[in-house]
């Protein structure tokens, strides 16, 4: 079992800089694949970025590569999106999430738990 809390968004213009966090419970963290999803008011929610439980590989989304940078430190049990160079089309509630397999990882339904979400708005 993996609790998910996500905090650091807000409301930023664009070109700016957002470091998002995710605090997840319990001692298996490094076990788990951790990845970060964004759902737009009106739109399905939709695959950002993921790693790998050892942190050694990552997965990014064409609309956020080369601008948003996913890490993990398995010692304080916390996933990171730093995401640069921000759009208005970013704007969305960002989740984190959970799984224990690499397959199909972009996938939001083969993820097993998700944080409450948080929210990041970019004006132009």
């Known amino acids: 079992q993996v609790q998910l809390v996500e905090s650091g968004g807000g409301l930023v213009q664009a070109g700016g800089s957002l470091r998002l966090s995710c605090a997840a419970s319990g001692r298996t963290f490094s076990l788990y694949v951790m990845g970060w999803f964004r759902q737009a008011p009106g739109k399905e929610r939709e695959f950002a970025a993921a790693?790998?439980?050892?942190?050694?590989?990552?997965y990014y989304a064409d609309s956020v590569k080369g601008r948003f940078s996913i890490s993990r430190d398995n010692a304080k049990n916390t996933v990171y999106l730093q995401m640069n160079s921000l759009k208005p089309e970013d704007t969305a509630v960002y989740y984190c999430a959970a799984r224990r397999s690499v397959v199909d990882i972009t996938k939001p339904n083969e993820y097993g738990y998700w944080g409450q979400g948080t929210q990041v708005t970019v004006s132009s």
């Open positions: 790693i790998t439980s050892s942190g050694r590989r990552t």
